[in-house]
């Protein structure tokens, strides 16, 4: 495996994800911070990494290809590329069961409160406070019942059979999110148990956003 380089953000829910699946997997990284805050992510030299302004993108060390972009891509190209361990079940069935655990996060949850859309709903659309909260809960909510549901159905020690993978990426970092804004977690103690046992794992541990060089001091 060439050198990689993870163009990412302390506190990112998607370079989160990627920082999950190289830890699993035990491939060294060097790190490039990108402040959300400063709108780092939208300089014109940045988008020559990720064409959408947004992290993570991982420079694969592969000469003069682009950095690759979308945590999701990111991590299945490292599944396949590093098969082990694995982050994805060996059968098909398996597979796209996982894949559809982690896209509730990723594609139907995630997205709807992102710091761009979180800035439109207060600039744009004049949301206050109250409002973006109930908004947060709303999305959030669907998709942890959702996945309290598949978890019930297909989960084990972890969000998946009894092994960390992709579906735990995706959900540790949206329940971090949901803490941090303040949406409740009760209806659902399959995920706050899985959330759990992953925080026990050294992987976990060294992916968490307060271990990251460029995290606030708390
Ligand atoms: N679907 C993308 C989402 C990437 C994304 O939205 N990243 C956020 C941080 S978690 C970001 O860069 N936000 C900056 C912004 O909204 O301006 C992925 O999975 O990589």
Redo the contacts with the bound molecule.
Sequence with gaps: MPDLTLH??W????????RIALALKGLPYATVA?D?RT?A??AAAYRAC?P?????ALDTGEGQEAPL??????IEWLEETQAQPALLPADPLGRARVRAMAQVI??DV??LG??????ALRGDLGADEAQVAAWLARWMGDGFAALETMVAQWGGAFAFGDAPGLADCCLV?QIYAARRFGVGLGAYPRLVAIDARCAGLAAFAMAHPAAQADADPS
Aim: aromatic share 6%; with cysteine; glycine share 8%.
């Design positions: 990412g953000y506190r990112s829910s998607a370079a989160w994800r990627v990108h959300l709108g992510q939208a990720n959408q302004g947004l992290v993570p972009t979308q945590s999701l891509a990111i990723a594609c995630h997205p992102n710091l761009r859309v979180l800035k970092p």
